[in-house]
């Protein structure tokens, strides 16, 4: 079992940065990729960003490229999201999630979610 805590959302205004986190806890010698995902009211979820736990490989979603950086502190198993050049369009609520080397994808845990509300 894994469990993740997400926090650092709040408010912003439009070009301001924010800087979430998520920290694992229990299996975390398990955690093959860890995500960031997003969901707005009355739209899809959307993944944002994937990092890749053994090779600290990243992916992001064409909408926050160059805008959004995803990193690991394997140490403190801690994954984070710095956003920068904030828009309206990413008020969302973000939620963290990990798979495991047993599970073929990176959402079989997530989080409680962290609300990041970006004003214009």
Known sequence: QVHLVESGGGSVQAGGSLRLSCAASGSTNSIR??????????????????????????????????????SQDNAKNTMYLQ???????????????????????CDFYTGQGTQVTVSS
């Open 83 to 105: 956003m920068n050049i904030l828009k309206p369009e990413d008020t969302a609520m973000y939620y963290c999630a990990a798979g495991t080397y047993s599970s073929s994808t």
């Open 33 to 70: 990729c860890m995500a960031w995902f997003r969901q707005a009211p009355g739209k899809e979820r959307e993944r944002v960003a994937t990092i890749y736990t053994g090779s600290g490989s990243t992916r992001y979603a064409d909408s926050v490229k160059g805008r959004f950086t995803i």
